[in-house]
């Protein structure tokens, strides 16, 4: 890093020349490694959605678990079209500069980081729900039930896109000249050093608002609310519900001690049982927990660089830009993964997708024979 002086006053020019450097480099790759990742995320957010919303696998959690893999999925399909048209060569042929694409791109940013803070929220209410399951269990079937997770769902889905307003002022489409483009900090619809060699006039692309107020306005807005609050919020609540777990799994011990030793043959069953569904409810939650701890190494390191730029808005040209591939490749990476998690840890999971896969596929798959519980969430392995 260095810092220069720009006509008497300090500019500190931060993330240059690494900056610029790494993304001419990275930029070159980045396409192909997010197709891949969008392929294969798209294919497995639509069996989650398929496996969770199956009779079977009905409940409360598992509802929200469901409306996440549509937010990830929506996400994932929009940015396909993006990294085939920017990032790679395969549809390099296509005007990358045109009035309809500059619109796509207004779309994009817009729709993506809608569905992105939906996907956000949802988990939040995830964590909540979980914490509310585990400490207040008596509680749980009230506050917890089918009518309040719709409404929960609902209001994400509804209020995101609301919270999400002042981005949409933050961009315009404008129609410039080569000789324009190569003046002035106007982002040509992704990556501006790929596009100017080839464009034609007229052309289009998408530029930042000069209002300074609202530019810093939505960076508090993106850094704060939309990534550091969640973050701070989901560790407490990750926090908790490892404390919580802890102290039940030393409950449960307790009641299996006893259970060993009664001589009550009901009692002794009656312990014997409540000792095992606290096991499945602490692995359950440690699911849940590892669900958590993947969203926070994706999304605190784009909070803490969005917080940098709101701090000093000067940075976004110089710095965010340049790492802003990569903070896309961590949030789709995010979006993707649910489904190893999710077979890694759940039997239920498992045991669904096979009979589910079973009757979709002409190979013949074993069927799974152990009974399945209907009015739990999906249980962990």
Known sequence: ??????????????????????????????GYIALIIC????????????????????????????????ADLLVMLDYIPLALHIYTNIADELNRNSYAWALFVYFHSIFSQTFHTISIWLTITLAIWRFVAIKFPQKNKTLCNRRNTNIAIAVAYVVCPIVCLPIYFAMDIQEITKSHSESDNTTMNGTDFLNKSSIKEPMYAISMTNNQNLLTAIFWIYSVFLKLIPCVVLSILSVCLILKMKSSDRRRQKLLKKSAIATNEGEKTRLHEEGKRGGRTDRTTRMLVALLGLFLATELPQALFGLLTAIAPHLFEICYYAFGEVMDLMALVGSAVNFVLYCSMSRQFRSTFRRLASKLLPLSVERDNEPVTTTTTVKAS
Do not use: W
């Open 39 to 70: 392929l294969l995320g798209s294919v497995a957010n639509s069996v989650n959605i398929a496996v969770l919303s199956r009779k079977e696998m009905m409940s409360s959690t598992n509802s929200i678990l469901t409306a996440l893999a549509v």
């Open 1 to 30: 890093m260095s810092a220069s002086e720009v006509d008497g006053g300090a500019v500190v020019a931060y993330c240059m020349p690494a900056g610029p450097n790494f993304q001419r480099v990275y930029v070159k790759v980045h």
